[in-house]
């Protein structure tokens, strides 16, 4: 099965604009917990791997 990881950043009024979609995003988050598809989650240090 295929992992991936995805990197976001955050926009201006961030709570504000999630709200209307914050507790279907932790359900379906939860659901995809229980599920065995989500491994981990949760804010990472703002590294360049590149460098």
Known sequence: ??????????????KEKRAP?????????KAQKEAGTLLTIGPTKDVNYLS
């Not at 099965?1 to 961030?14: E, L, Q, R, T």
């Not at 979609?21 to 988050?29: E, K, P, S, V, Y």
Request: charged letters at 15%; proline letters at 4%; a neutral charge.
């Open 21 to 29: 979609f914050r507790q279907a995003h932790l359900d379906g988050l």
């Open 1 to 14: 099965m295929p992992k991936y990881v995805i990197w976001g950043s955050y926009c201006d009024n961030v």
